[in-house]
C-alpha cells in the first residue's frame, strides 16, 4: 500500500433530500441537464454506463432512475410504520437523512475502478472511453462498503448506494436515514452529547473504515490529536487555503454562470408554454362553437326546419372544419406537453444548480471559520514555543535556589516536556484515558496514582475542562515518585 494512498470518509446532514439531489445520484438527467454537467463540472457521459448501485442483500446492478430516494425514503418510513418528522413542515426541522460519501486517493481508486487502462479523465463524452470495462476490485470494494454500512446502521435504513465511475475519482454515495428502535436518532447514531463525542465517534468510525480499506491499499490519515504531530506550517496551510478557496470560487462561478443561462431558458420555455396554452384555449373554444352550430343543424334537420341539401352541406363543411381542428388542437396539445415538461426539467436543473451553489457557499462559510479558528491555534503555538525558548534562554542565568525554588512548578514541566504534556492532554481532552495512561508510561511518565478520581464534572464548560485535562497530565508525565525527569 502507498503511503500516500489514504481512504475519503465525509458525510452531510440534511433535514430530507430531493428529487434534484436524487437526480443527481442516479445520473437521472435530461439532455440539457447532461450538458450542464459535462460543461461545468467533471462529468464524463462515456464512462456513467460503468455506475452501479447496491441493493439489499449486496446485489450489483445498473442504476434504476424509475424510483427516485425521495421516493424510496416515503416507502420505506411508511413499510416500517415510521413517521417522517418534517412531514407537514413549512420548513423541514429534523435532520433524517445522512449522506456519506466514500472514496479514496485519486490514484488508488482510479486503480480499482480500471485497473491498467487507458481512461481518459476529461469532462464530456470521450469516445476513447466506450471500450473501457469496469473492474471487479472496484466491485469487491463497494460491496465491502455496503456490508460495514449495513452492520453498523442497519441495511433497512440505506435508501440509495450509489458507485460513480464517470467523475475524476471513483466513489460512492451512500444515502441513509438515522433510524434506531423505529426513531429517528441522529443525536444517538452520530452527534452525541456534546461536539466531543461527535469527534470521537466520527474518529472511531474512521478507524473501523480503515480496517476495510485496507484491504484495497487506502490507509488511514492520521489526526494530529492521536500523533502529538506539530500543525503544518502557516505557510503550507495557507497554501491549501488559497488553492481550496481557488477552487470553490471557481465552481460557484461556474454554477452562476450556468444559473444565468438556465434563466434565460426558463423564460424563453415561460413564453413558449402561455403561448401554446393560450392558442390550445382559442381552439378549444372555437371547437365547442362549432360543436354547437353542428348540434343546432342535426336539430333542424330532425324537424325538417328548412333545406335539407343546404342544412347536409353545411354540416358537412362543418364537420370537416371540427376534423381539421382536432388536429390542430391534438398538435398544440403534443407541443404544450413537451413544452410543459422541458420548463419542468429545466426548473429541475435550476432548482439543483441553485442548492449546490448554495451547500458550496455554506461549505465555504464553514471552512473559513474552521481555519480563522486553526490561524488562533498557530499564533497561539508560536506564543507558547517563544515563551519556552526564551525561558532557556534565561535560564543558565539563574542561581540554584532561584532553580530550586522553580522545581516542580508547571513553567519548568512545560519548559521541558511541553509537547508531551500537551499531548497526553489532548487525549485525555478527547476522552482517551487509556490511550494518555499508555503514552505517558511509554515516554518516562506514570506519575499521577491510578486511584485518582477522573472526569469531567458536569458543570466544567471546555475551557475548565481543558485545564483539568492540562493539570492532570502535567502529573500523569512525572516519574512515579513524583520526582522530575532529569534532561
Request: aromatic residues 8%.
Amino acid at each position: 500500500m502507498s503511503e500516500n494512498s489514504k481512504q475519503v470518509v465525509h458525510f452531510n446532514v440534511m433535514k430530507g433530500f430531493t428529487t434534484a439531489q436524487s437526480n443527481e445520484h442516479q445520473r437521472n438527467w435530461t439532455e440539457r441537464a447532461w450538458e450542464n454537467a459535462m460543461l461545468h463540472g467533471n462529468y464524463d457521459r462515456s464512462r456513467e454506463r460503468l455506475n452501479f448501485e447496491i441493493t439489499k442483500g449486496g446485489k450489483i446492478r445498473p442504476i434504476d432512475t424509475s424510483v427516485s430516494i425521495p421516493k424510496r425514503m416515503a416507502a420505506s418510513l411508511a413499510e416500517r410504520g415510521i413517521k417522517d418528522p418534517n412531514q407537514g413542515l413549512e420548513i423541514p426541522k429534523y435532520r433524517t437523512v445522512v449522506d456519506f460519501i466514500l472514496s479514496g486517493s485519486k490514484e488508488q481508486m482510479r486503480k480499482l475502478a480500471f485497473g491498467n487502462q487507458t481512461v481518459v479523465f476529461e469532462p464530456g463524452d470521450n469516445a476513447e472511453n466506450y471500450g473501457l470495462k469496469r473492474m471487479p476490485e472496484i466491485e469487491h470494494w463497494a460491496k465491502d462498503m455496503y456490508t460495514f454500512m449495513c452492520d453498523k446502521y442497519g441495511e433497512e435504513n440505506i435508501i440509495g448506494f450509489y458507485v460513480h465511475c464517470d467523475e475524476t475519482t471513483p466513489h460512492l454515495h451512500c444515502t441513509m436515514m438515522p433510524i434506531k428502535n423505529g426513531k429517528f436518532a441522529f443525536k444517538e447514531l452520530f452527534a452525541g452529547k456534546d461536539k466531543y463525542e461527535f469527534s470521537m465517534n466520527t474518529k472511531r468510525l474512521h478507524n473501523e473504515l480503515a480496517k476495510v480499506n485496507a484491504l484495497y491499499g487506502l490507509g488511514r490519515g492520521t489526526a494530529v490529536s492521536e500523533t502529538g504531530a506539530r500543525h503544518r506550517p502557516t505557510e503550507e496551510y495557507r497554501r491549501h487555503l488559497d488553492a481550496w478557496c481557488a477552487s470553490i470560487e471557481e465552481e460557484v462561478s461556474q454554477h452562476q454562470k450556468a444559473l444565468a443561462e438556465l434563466r434565460g431558458e426558463v423564460s424563453v420555455a415561460e413564453r413558449r408554454v402561455k403561448g401554446l396554452t393560450s392558442m390550445v384555449n382559442n381552439l378549444e373554444a372555437e371547437k365547442a362553437e362549432k360543436e354547437k352550430a353542428v348540434a343546432e343543424l342535426h336539430r333542424q334537420l330532425r324537424n325538417q326546419e328548412g333545406d335539407s341539401v343546404e342544412l347536409t352541406a353545411r354540416l358537412r363543411d362543418l364537420q370537416h372544419e371540427l376534423s381539421e381542428l382536432d388536429l390542430k388542437l391534438a398538435d398544440k396539445k403534443e407541443k404544450l406537453s413537451v413544452a410543459d415538461q422541458k420548463l419542468r426539467d429545466l426548473n429541475e436543473d435550476q432548482s439543483y444548480i441553485q442548492q449546490r451553489t448554495d451547500d458550496l457557499k455554506e461549505e465555504s462559510a464553514k471552512y473559513s471559520e474552521e481555519i480563522r479558528q486553526n490561524v488562533g491555534s498557530f499564533v497561539k503555538d508560536a506564543m507558547l514555543e517563544n515563551l519556552i525558548n526564551d525561558f532557556h534562554t534565561r535560564r543558565a542565568s539563574l542561581s540554584d535556589e532561584e532553580l530550586k525554588f522553580l522545581s516542580g512548578s508547571p513553567l519548568i514541566e512545560f519548559a521541558e516536556h511541553g509537547s508531551e504534556i500537551l499531548h497526553c492532554a489532548t487525549l485525555l481532552f478527547l476522552g482517551y484515558l487509556d490511550g494518555a495512561t499508555t503514552f505517558a508510561e511509554g515516554h518516562g511518565g506514570g506519575g499521577g496514582g491510578s486511584d485518582l478520581k477522573w472526569g469531567r464534572d458536569d458543570d466544567e464548560d471546555s475551557r475548565q475542562w481543558a485545564r483539568h485535562c492540562l493539570r492532570m497530565a502535567s502529573k500523569m508525565m512525572r516519574p512515579a515518585g513524583g520526582k522530575s525527569r532529569k534532561r
